[in-house]
């Protein structure tokens, strides 16, 4: 029932573009964004109600394609702060993080 | 905005205790709450889901009798973690969803590290 995220991991030069995939086997309701630093709780990102739409605050966006059960991050113009390991989740009745992405941003 | 408080962040103790951790949604109602656990390196893996007045449902694998959850309020859910072994230690994480707001973003405590000595 997990979303399977890919890349596993990625490594960014300060100023790169990156997509992170979340794809599940299951129906999607609704999904959510999530960055997490390491030893911290999960910092919301964005939630995505409807299949086709498209959110983004800052150069952090997603989409989501409700047909094809699939959601992705777009990060543009990466900065040292957007390095964390980035999760979608899922909601039905309960609420399922995706397997993470480890993305890195180096100078 | 919504907080979220998890207490204790941090405890360290010997095998064979019993751990109690607290959820608690400090300006809203939250009908339903989740606890995680995420080991090192690992994705945040969904152990429960505490419903105010009723009883928690387990994910597959995770063992009610070890996993004691109680959501005896709106804004109270605990995690007790019986007779822990160092096969315990983990980051523990819980959730909580404001009363009808299917859409809305979950609420996260900050966690608790358990260390099991």
């Known amino acids: 029932q997990q979303p399977v995220q890919s890349p596993q991991a990625v490594i960014l030069r300060e100023g790169e573009d990156a997509v992170i995939n979340c794809s599940s086997s299951?129906?999607?309701?609704?999904v959510h964004w999530y960055r997490q630093k390491h030893g911290e709780a999960p910092v919301f990102l964005m939630i995505?109600?409807?299949?086709?739409e498209q959110k983004g605050h800052d150069k952090i966006s997603a989409s989501f394609n409700e047909k094809k059960q699939q959601s992705s991050l777009y990060l543009t113009a990466s900065q040292l702060s957007y390095s964390g390991t980035y999760f979608c989740?899922?909601?039905?009745?309960?609420?399922?993080f995706g397997t993470g992405t480890s993305l890195t941003v180096i100078p | 905005g919504a907080v979220v408080s998890q207490h204790p962040s941090r405890v360290i103790c010997k095998s064979g205790t019993s751990v109690k951790i607290e959820c608690r949604s400090l300006d809203f109602q939250a009908t339903t709450m989740f606890w995680y656990r995420q080991f090192p390196k690992q994705s945040l893996m969904l152990m429960a889901t505490s419903n105010e007045g009723s009883k928690a449902t387990y994910e597959q694998g995770v063992e009610k009798d070890k996993f004691l959850i109680n959501h005896a309020s709106l804004t109270l859910s605990t995690l007790t973690v019986t007779s822990a072994h160092p096969e315990d230690s983990s980051f523990y994480i819980c959730?909580?969803?404001?009363?009808?707001?299917?859409?809305?973003?979950?609420?996260f405590g900050d966690g608790t590290r358990l260390s099991i000595l």
């Open positions: 299951k129906a999607l309701y609704s």
């Open positions: 995505l109600l409807k299949g086709g």
């Open positions: 989740g899922t909601t039905g009745n309960q609420f399922y």
């Open positions: 959730s909580a969803r404001d009363r009808g707001q299917l859409g809305q973003p979950q609420h």
